[in-house]
């Protein structure tokens, strides 16, 4: 199982970007996906978690940011929009398989914020 995140890039305060997480399996096999992200010097920290349909999101990002998933593209999204400059950092997906409880991480997405 495969997970492959994209769509960083460098954007101004204020903007948005949406990172998606390709799976290589049916995201439905998950129990639970997520985004964690990792700002140089800093430890990682789970931005935002999918499991069942329910959601939840550090308090820094409430309002901000929004995961979904797509069962039939077999993707997770990250929606972030109103970024501020500590939204910078590298941003990661996982998923926990249903089975086992494997856990995958997709490579990093970098994501910086700048004007």
């Known amino acids: 199982v495969q997970l492959q995140a994209f769509g960083g890039g460098l954007v101004q305060p204020g903007g948005s970007l949406r990172l998606s997480c390709a799976a290589s399996?049916?995201?439905?096999?998950?129990?639970?996906m997520g985004w964690y992200r990792q700002a140089t010097g800093k430890q990682r920290e789970s931005v935002a978690t999918?499991?069942?349909?329910?959601?939840h999101y550090i308090d820094s990002v409430k309002g901000r940011f929004t995961i979904s998933r797509d069962n039939g593209k077999n993707t997770v999204y990250l929606q972030m929009n109103n970024l501020k400059l500590e939204d910078t950092a590298v941003y990661y997906c996982?998923?926990?398989?249903?089975?086992?409880?494997?856990?995958?991480w997709g490579q990093g997405t970098q994501v910086t914020v700048s004007s």
């Open positions: 996982y998923g926990v398989r249903n089975v086992g409880s494997s856990l995958y």
């Open positions: 399996a049916s995201v439905s096999s998950f129990k639970n």
């Open positions: 999918i499991t069942s349909g329910v959601t």
